[in-house]
């Protein structure tokens, strides 16, 4: 292809707080049509919005993850445009002056690492939602989400490919979890996201005609929807025709982005300082508390798994991949100091479990002791690895500990040696031609005489002890 993509993100995540931005209405997913609303929420006339320190808290954090430099000061405008699911026909955000400024993220597409520079990262607040029922003619309001605290996190047109732009929201969705400042939850609307996307000869600097892509509800959406507009606007150029600055929809069902508005005049927002929100100096010291108080965020773990606890690569990206997992992890070191072990059950039979009922780790009923616990059974010798695979699923399921279930089902694993050898003899004597075979050195018919032992004591038998004492005993007859 003799063009090549640029892209940008805008990306709007909901911040995790009890309230909303500028007022006390609960910020609580759901209930009843504009139940969560305030005269400051809707705009009354004379209601004085208070700004909400838990958003601007974790807008400092967000910033200084992605490494942004955060400014002095904090000011609002108002960004004034009319649309029916805003009440005050305007929107309180931050115009020239953004909290934060000039961060990076790091991805890796391709087979390459490149750094996608963040412009901005800053506060404002949610509009309403507007509701489109089937066969009717008119919409419907609701404006539980209005003044929803947001933050809006804008990448530079870095971006060149829809793979950069999936592994860039997947890195920044992770980063954003790991900070606990959202649930990005797409499905809630927890997290949005609008591409600005144009094309250009390669080898140019400068920048096409761009169009924007909204209603994208999912990071394949995103790439596909992306996908979809640079082969449409590769298909325009080529035909010789104009490519339109507009707004376009993504539609799912039939997989194309469709126009919804024309954007060629750029829009008038009227921005000017919000005068019920006075400008206010941050305290460095406020910065730097956030700064040192940052969680270990994903690649730093990944290191320290890698490099401390000697965890292949692959396991350590599968693990930090979510902070409730890589969390379950190291607990369960603190009861079982073998780390590799502790991974191969997590990434096997636990993850197997937790895939069948679709239920995330902090729903297992199964704690870290409790998996250590087992670990340590096969340690011992009490139980073997195939047995624990059986007692793993129920220990999920119910929450017992392993040596509950051993004991309720009678599990434990045969180690006695006199025991051993009764069932030992009974298989020698009852295969002789096998027993023949081996003498004549064909290794593998000691495996067969491995398992009739095993299926006289219903797999209860230490294989490995199993395979010593039939190997002494076979070799007396030599």
Partial sequence: ???????????????????????????????????????????????????????????????????????????FHRKSYFYPDLPKDYQVSQYDEPLSENGKIDVLAEGKTRAIRIKRVHMEEDAGKLIHEEGENSSLVDF?????????????????????????????????????????????????????????????TGLGTKAEVKNMNSFKGVKSALEYEIERQVKCAEAGERIMMETRLWDPARCVTVPMRSKEEAHDYRYFPEPDLVP?????????????????????KKARFIGVLGLPEYDADVLVQEKDNADYFEACLEYYDKPKIVSNWL??????????????????????????????????????????????????????????????????????????????????????????????????????????????????????????????KLAAKK
């Fill in 1 to 75: 292809m003799d063009y090549e993509p640029v892209i940008g993100l805008e990306v709007h995540v909901q911040v995790k707080t009890a309230s909303k931005m500028f007022c006390g209405c609960t910020t609580e997913f759901g209930g009843p049509p504009n139940s969560h609303t305030c005269p400051v929420c809707l705009g009354f006339p004379g209601a004085l919005p208070v700004l909400n320190r838990k958003a601007l808290i974790c807008a400092i954090k967000t910033a200084l993850a992605v490494g942004c430099k955060v400014s002095g000061e904090v000011k």
């Fill in 144 to 204: 539980n989400r209005s003044g929803m605290p947001l933050l809006e996190i804008v990448s530079e047109p870095d971006i060149n490919s829809p793979e950069e732009a999936y592994q860039y929201l997947t890195k920044l969705k992770l980063l954003l979890r790991y900070l606990d400042v959202s649930d990005c939850d797409m499905e809630k609307g927890s997290l949005r996201c609008d591409a600005n996307i144009s094309i250009r000869k390669k080898g140019d």
């Fill in 280 to 300: 206010f100096a941050l305290d460095p010291s406020l910065v730097e508390s956030e700064r040192r108080g940052l969680p270990e965020l994903p690649e730093a």
């Fill in 347 to 472: 990434m096997g039979e636990v993850a197997a479990f937790l895939n069948s009922k679709g239920i995330p780790i902090t729903e297992l009923k199964m704690r870290p002791q409790g998996l250590a616990g087992l670990l340590r059974e096969i340690d011992s010798g009490k139980i073997s690895g195939k047995m624990a695979k059986d007692i793993v699923l129920e220990m999920c399921e119910s929450g017992k500990d392993a040596g509950a279930i051993i004991s309720e089902k009678g599990l434990s694993q045969i180690s006695d040696t006199s025991e051993l050898e009764k069932f030992a003899d009974e298989a020698i004597s009852e295969n002789a031609k096998t027993v023949e075979d081996f003498m004549k050195g064909k290794d593998s018919a000691l495996m067969f005489l491995v398992g009739q032992v095993m299926k006289k004591t219903r797999g209860k038998a230490n294989p490995a002890m199993v395979n010593e004492v039939l190997r002494k």
